[in-house]
Each structure stands twice: as structure tokens, then as C-alpha cells.
């Protein structure tokens, strides 16, 4: 096991090979609540990077087919050159929002829950798993979203366990990360 830091993480995406046009793609993926978004929010700021969300897309109710927007809409204009443009999914509105544009960037930073599926493996220059424990990760679900929410997240949690399981998703990356400062060190693969 290697001990990483976002520095290290900068180094492995400068040293990979652009595999979306001329564009290097890494995905920041692992369950709900791991701490993709800070960790992917670090690395596009020491790599002057473009961060998408795949938040961006899904909601509670739609937790893994938006891929075909995302292709659709970002992916495959990014692959050809062009500039890629999509309208936000708000979670509290509950419907779509405003509309973003995206130009090609040196590096997209693809975060969150199935951004390192099988259906984009082929074209990522980067693949990190955020590791964290599943109590810890309900925990920060309840405190972000509300004790309400927690039918909601047993769904969500059981969703994503079945979707890793069959994707793999995993057991493919590059880099796993422990989503917890009092964890072992993370580990490359």
C-alpha cells in the first residue's frame, strides 16, 4: 500500500493518456457519501480541471439511467472537439434547472456514484474508487439531507450495492482512496 495525496493523484492524471478525443477523463466514483465530492473538488483545483457532477443528472428517482444524457450531451461532443452543454437535475426543486456548457478541457474530473461504469471504462485516463464504510456514509447522507431522508438512502445504499456488484466498478480502478482520515492508507492497484 502507497500512501496518496491529491499532489499524487495529480501526478498519476499528468503521466495519463488522454482517452476522450484529446481530453483525459477521470472518474471520482464509490457509494454515496464516501467523500467523492471533496476529494474530486481538490484534485480539478490542483489540476486546474473541469468537475462534473454526476449529481448533475440523477435524482432519487432516476439513480442510474441518465447515462445516455451524459453521452449524449457531454461526452460524445467533448470526444469529437466540441463543446458539450446540459441542464442541471435540481434535488430540491425536483426538476430540471439551468443549462451549462462545456467546453473541451485538457482534463474532465467525471465525480460521483457510477461515473467509473463499464459503459465509459474505454475512455477513462484515470479510474479512483472512494472507499468509506456504509455506517459512515448513511450518517453523512442523514446530516446532509435529513432524518427524513433515511427510507431514501436505505434504497439509494441498496441500489448502488446491487449496481457495484454487477458493474464491478471497483475491483477496475486505478486508485482506491479510504474516505476516512482515520483509515489505512489508501492503496493503487
Known sequence: ???????????????????????????????????????????????????????????????????????????SPIASGRAGRYQRYDWDARTLAEWHDVAPPVVLILEGVSAARAAVRDRLSLSVWVQTPPEVRLARGLDRDGDGSLALWQRWMADEDRHFAADRTREHADVIIRGLANCPPPETV
Not at 501526478?11 to 488522454?18: A, F, H, I, K, M
Not at 486546474?48 to 457531454?74: C, G, K, M, V, Y
Request: glycine content about 6%; aromatic content about 6%.
Open 1 to 75: 500500500m502507497t500512501h496518496l495525496r491529491v499532489d499524487d493523484l495529480v501526478s498519476l492524471v499528468e503521466r495519463s493518456t488522454p482517452r476522450l478525443g484529446s481530453t483525459k477523463l477521470v472518474a471520482v466514483d464509490g457509494p454515496g457519501g464516501a467523500g467523492k465530492s471533496t476529494l474530486a473538488a481538490q484534485l480539478a483545483a490542483a489540476c486546474a480541471a473541469t468537475l462534473l457532477h454526476t449529481d448533475d443528472f440523477a435524482s432519487w428517482d432516476n439513480q442510474f439511467d441518465w447515462w445516455p444524457q451524459l453521452e449524449r450531451q457531454i461526452l
